[in-house]
């Protein structure tokens, strides 16, 4: 089976086999609230496996031999198997091979289960060390919504709403690599008013979130929250130059600090599973509406 469409009380959501990834979330007017990878970014929710961001040179170290692993790593272009499928649930799984290992020499399984409750969608990654050495990794989700999610509105009428108040500095990239300075956050109070220019410079990365939870929404129409655990940083991201899209992404990593050359295991942002261990971590989009 190429793709699944789950369906609930006021949602529905249709996942690819391609990389697990969701590729349609309608609400309960059948208003599809995510990016149809469109010409500006060809992707609608990619899974961010075994890396979040880029590493140094695109290149993963390990016991000082070297790896070629691209930016977000591989598991957004690989294909999935379907482990279970049903009206408002599925898991999809993906295990190391002979492609994998020759760029991460680890062994691993990474479940990807998606859940339908009434007008919200639960995500749950679960990664599994299936190997004999401690397993490093990082893991993200990177789920596109339409902005502004009701055409007749401005995206300068939208904003983020966190649980509470994000005064921490914020970091950001050059180069898809973290900078090492931090610069003062945009958030004022609980609020991120949204425009174009906030991108100028890539993502906005809260490596130390107070909140788990943030919702998207401007005075009226479509609003959409998410809710995360397990997960340490919070991007958030639209094309610079401006696209009709805005992720809002819980990671557990991060881009590689511009200055880091040391082994993969030791990069700011990576969780080692010790042999037979797992780790899991999830979040949730619930959907809702403006007066």
């Known amino acids: 089976m190429e793709q699944l469409t789950l369906h609930s009380e006021g949602i529905s959501a249709t996942i690819v086999g391609q990389g697990a990834e969701l590729v349609s979330l309608r609400d309960a007017d059948g208003t599809e609230l995510l990016w149809q990878a469109g010409p500006a970014w060809r992707r609608h929710s990619p899974v961010l496996f075994p890396i979040v961001g880029r590493l140094k040179g695109d290149q993963?170290?390990?016991?000082?031999?070297?790896?070629?692993?691209?930016?977000?790593?591989?598991a957004r272009d690989r294909r999935f198997a379907w482990a279970e499928q049903g009206p408002t649930s599925c898991t999809l799984v993906l295990s190391d091979d002979a492609e994998t290992r020759a760029k991460y020499p680890f062994a691993f399984r990474l479940a990807i289960g998606y859940d339908l409750k009434p007008r919200q969608l639960g995500v749950t990654f679960e990664i599994t060390n299936t190997g004999d050495e401690p397993l490093p990794a990082s893991i993200g989700a990177h789920p596109a919504f339409t902005w502004p999610l009701s055409p007749e509105l401005p995206k300068e009428a939208y904003r983020l709403t966190f649980a509470k108040d994000e005064p921490a500095p914020v970091r950001r990239l050059k180069d898809g690599l973290l900078l090492p300075g931090t610069q003062p956050t945009p958030?004022?109070?609980?609020?991120?008013?949204?425009?174009?220019?906030?991108?100028?410079?890539?993502?906005?990365?809260?490596?130390?979130p107070a909140s788990t939870s943030v919702r998207y929404t401007a005075s009226q129409g479509p609003a959409i929250d998410i809710t995360w655990q397990g997960f340490n940083e919070l991007g958030i991201w639209s094309k610079p130059g401006g696209a009709p899209f805005l992720c809002i992404e819980p990671w557990h990593g991060i881009a590689s600090p511009a200055d880091f050359d040391g082994e993969f295991a030791d990069k700011p942002g990576v969780m080692s599973i010790e042999p037979g261990g797992g780790r899991v971590l999830s979040y949730r989009i619930g959907l809702s509406r403006e007066p």
């Not at 993963?60 to 591989?74: A, C, D, E, I, V």
């Not at 609020?191 to 990365?205: G, Q, Y």
Request: cysteine-free; overall charge neutral; charged content about 25%.
């Open 187 to 208: 958030i004022e109070g609980k609020t991120l008013p949204l425009s174009e220019k906030l991108f100028v410079d890539d993502a906005v990365i809260l490596d130390k």
């Open 60 to 74: 993963l170290r390990h016991r000082g031999q070297t790896y070629p692993m691209t930016q977000h790593g591989f």
